[in-house]
């Protein structure tokens, strides 16, 4: 159907629409106190905002700019149709979480990755294990409020600041949210940029593969401070030792993610090796012993610890021992350790399922809801339109939409948002962008976004990453943001990389075969 646009929207008119979004969407997600007592922001989840600004943006566009209803509709519809694939993985991800924590997979990286612990590398081995932690489970947020406490806290008994275990502990949560195939924002940003999971993956490992290792490198120069102290291990014996009492804790453990990686490595389509992963795992889980309707049932709606979530209830050490039988035995002092320890594991491993991804599915189907109406009623082409005024270059390009992703998350307070937003505002002028007969993979826009819009979110004391952040690790949003190395880094490494030409991806014209990489 041909679409009838009416007129033009004023640049004006555009920028009003984008502010008052930003107002609506800002001040129903953000939740900021003043000194003065007075406060900004209702604190809620993000859909029911983006939903109000969904449809005043909807309003604007058919009674003042002059489109017809059911073209404003259309473009809801076709803004949810691109995301439709990463709608399938998610869910399917929310499948193999909760097998693979079943089976003992989650468990087993989390035991083995714990052994990387010792003073002298306590920074190097925290950014290590969150990235293990967070690259296993896809989730930044559950890495970092369930390992990162306990980091945080051996942190402290080794005299190390607060601030610099916080910043390293989230660059490397935030390392596996934007690298992990089974992460809601890695699939995102190829569903918005036309792009594929598993070549956008790639794709980021030019510029987040060296990031990693200048901040490793840094991790290691800073540990030196440290290496004089000694590591109370209480704390690991416990988690291992709890990990091991309800988990299949083996080596056999690595077969699914390994899997995973093996068909990713041959560009085998994300939906169907994530599905591999999860039927593995689900397998393991039946050869341990677990009966077929516990397994469909972390499939469906995840994994409840057993004996890790009981032992967190526990009212005495000599409740713990019993619940154990004879397994491992703790002493009275340990009680308050131990009964720490189980609810950490409890809120980490109590997740997955296809059920549990409907919310995040949810809020990407809203905000691609609101980001289809403003391309329809013509809002984002105009905004697009003056902004790409000044851009004649790939580094133009690249900048301007790490640019739009910082302000996104500042303004608009919510990491989706700065993936979306941007994505679909700068996508068409990736495609039509032309040099020497060659033009840009979508690739390119992808990584881009994950650059800057995963990583940048983390850092914005009102956005809800930052916000949830400092929460759990008590730390202020601007007092670990020096310490966060990888989250600023990143953005500074992927324009140094366009500006040298050095892994940009080209496609010839029509598109039909990739051009290597410069």
């Known amino acids: 159907m041909e679409i009838e646009r009416g007129r033009k929207p004023r640049f004006g008119e555009a920028l009003f629409v984008l502010v008052i979004d930003a107002l609506i969407i800002s001040y129903g997600v953000l939740d900021i106190h003043f ?6 922001g209702l604190a809620l989840s993000a859909h029911v905002p983006l939903f109000i600004a ?35 993985i998610l869910m399917t991800i929310g499948g193999l979480i909760g097998a693979w924590i079943q089976s003992g997979v989650v468990p087993t990286l989390i035991y083995y990755g714990l052994n990387l612990l010792s003073p002298q590398y306590f920074l190097l081995a925290s950014l290590l ?34 601030p610099v275990t916080a910043g390293f502990v989230i660059s490397g949560a935030y390392f596996g949210d934007k690298m992990s195939p089974l992460s809601d924002t890695t699939n995102l940003a190829p569903a918005v940029a036309g792009s594929d999971l598993f070549s956008h993956i790639r794709a980021m490992l030019w510029t987040t593969g060296p990031t990693l290792l200048i901040v490793a490198g840094i991790a290691a120069y800073m540990g030196g401070s440290y290496s004089g102290a000694e590591l109370d291990s209480s704390r690991i014996s416990v988690i291992q030792q709890m990990m091991s009492s309800e988990f299949a804790i083996s080596k056999i453990g ?24 999860m039927l593995l795992a689900a397998g393991m889980s039946l050869f341990q012993g677990v009966g077929l309707g516990d397994v469909l049932g972390a499939l469906h709606s995840g994994y409840t610890p057993g004996l890790i979530g009981q032992v967190a209830e526990s009212a005495d050490i000599g409740a713990v021992n019993e619940l154990l039988k004879g397994a491992v035995v703790f002493q ?12 950490m594991l409890n809120d980490l491993l109590a997740r997955g399922g296809l059920t549990g991804m409907l919310e995040t599915v949810a809020l990407i189907l809203v905000a691609l809801v609101l980001g289809g109406i403003m391309e329809t009623c013509g809002f984002l082409e105009v905004l697009l339109e003056r902004l790409m005024e000044r851009v004649k270059s790939v ?11 910082v302000f996104t998350n500042m303004f608009l307070g919510d990491q989706y948002l700065a993936l979306v937003m941007p994505g679909r505002m700068f996508r068409p002028a990736f495609e039509e962008f032309r040099k020497d007969g060659k033009g840009l993979d979508p690739k390119l826009l992808s990584r881009t976004l994950e650059d800057s819009g995963t990583l ?9 990453c930052g916000a949830y952040n400092s929460g759990v690790l ?12 990888l989250n600023y880094l990143n953005p500074l490494v992927a324009l140094l990389m366009t500006r040298l030409g050095i892994g940009v991806p080209w496609v010839d014209k029509e598109g039909s075969g990739e051009a290597a990489a410069e």
């Open 332 to 343: 009275p002092e340990s009680f308050e350790t131990v009964k720490e320890v189980a609810s």
């Open 129 to 162: 294990i969150c990235s293990i932690v967070s690259l296993s489970t896809g989730s930044s947020w559950s890495t970092s409020g369930t390992v990162g406490i306990a980091l945080m806290g051996i942190g402290a008994g080794l005299g190390v600041p607060a």
């Open 474 to 485: 008590g730390v202020p949003t601007l007092s670990y943001l020096p310490y966060a190395f």
């Open 35 to 40: 000194e003065s007592g007075a406060t900004f």
């Open 54 to 88: 969904a449809v005043f943006t909807a309003l604007v566009g058919v009674f003042f700019i002059g489109r017809k209803w059911r073209d404003v509709e259309e473009g809801m519809i076709n803004g949810i149709t691109v995301a439709l694939q990463a709608v399938l």
């Open 456 to 464: 940048t979110s983390v850092l914005v004391p009102w956005n809800t």
């Open 254 to 277: 690595f077969l699914p993610p390994l899997l995973v990686l093996v068909l990713a490595a041959l560009k085998v389509p994300a939906l169907p090796g994530i599905t591999a992963g």
């Open 395 to 405: 580094f133009g390009l690249v900048g301007a939409v790490i640019s739009s992703c």
